[in-house]
């Protein structure tokens, strides 16, 4: 019980320790008179989902790293190991899910909305 709650808070602390990083670098990036950058619904839809998958990615490399930890310190238990890796397949294929998903709503933005594909 005691290791599942150790684990938990140290799992929130990485969370948290990374949103709070990238606080800075978001602010930085914001235009202060026009925070949407653009006033086509198009462009901030687009950039809202990069957003989403971005954060998404970031999460499952997360997941993939708090895997690879949790495998070094499982002294051998192979129950512990097994658990690393089956959370570390599932955090590839976050990965993957993530990066093709950002790649077809590229090309579906592309040629849908902005018809790059009649040019």
Request: proline share 3%; glycine share 6%.
């Amino acid at each position: 019980m005691r290791n599942s709650t150790i684990r938990r808070s140290s799992l929130y602390t990485v969370i948290s320790s990374t949103a709070i990083l990238a606080v800075p670098f978001v602010a930085l990036a914001v235009d202060p008179l026009h925070p949407l950058g653009s006033t086509t619904i198009e462009t901030v839809i687009g950039r809202l989902i990069g957003a989403v998958i971005s954060l998404l990615g970031v999460l499952a490399l997360v997941v993939f790293i708090w895997s690879g930890f949790s495998w070094m310190i499982s002294a051998g238990s192979a129950d512990k190991i097994k658990v690393a890796k089956k959370n570390m397949v599932y955090a590839v294929t976050g990965l993957i899910v993530c990066f093709s998903s950002y790649a077809i709503l590229k090309f579906v933005l592309n040629v849908a909305i902005f018809g790059a594909a009649s040019k």
